[in-house]
């Protein structure tokens, strides 16, 4: 069995930062692409920015220049700073894998639990 742990969410105030970090664990043979994904209520699930193997970034056009996707291979961490942070940022955010199990063959995509933050003056 696989695990994704997230950790590191929290209120800021606007113009704040805060850093997530999201760490798997468990049977791991092999974890390709991490990412971050995030739900504000009402609205569908989004994704932030992803991180290959071999650190190469995607970001959604609302947070580029202003958060930092970047992962520990050795940990199979995948962290998430997040500067200037505005209001229309809060949401509960969602870390992702995708991790091959030992002995398999295949790829499967793996969810965290999701971790709120809240950015409020």
């Known amino acids: 069995q696989v695990q994704l742990v997230e950790s590191g969410g929290g209120l800021v105030q606007p113009g704040g930062s805060l850093r997530l970090s999201c760490a798997a664990s468990?049977?791991?043979?092999?974890?390709?692409?991490m990412g971050w994904y995030r739900q504000a209520p009402g609205k569908q699930r989004e994704l932030v920015a992803t991180?290959?193997?071999?650190?190469?970034?995607n970001y959604a056009d609302s947070v580029k220049g202003r958060f930092t996707v970047s992962r520990d291979n050795a940990k199979n961490t995948v962290y998430l700073q997040m500067n200037s942070l505005k209001p229309e940022d809060t949401a509960i955010y969602y870390c992702?894998?995708?991790?091959?199990?030992?002995?398999?063959?295949?790829?499967?995509?793996?969810w965290g639990q999701g971790t709120q933050v809240t950015v409020s003056s």
């Open positions: 991180i290959t193997k071999r650190l190469s970034t």
């Open positions: 992702s894998a995708q991790i091959r199990i030992i002995l398999a063959t295949r790829y499967n995509d793996y």
């Open positions: 468990g049977s791991i043979g092999s974890v390709a692409t």
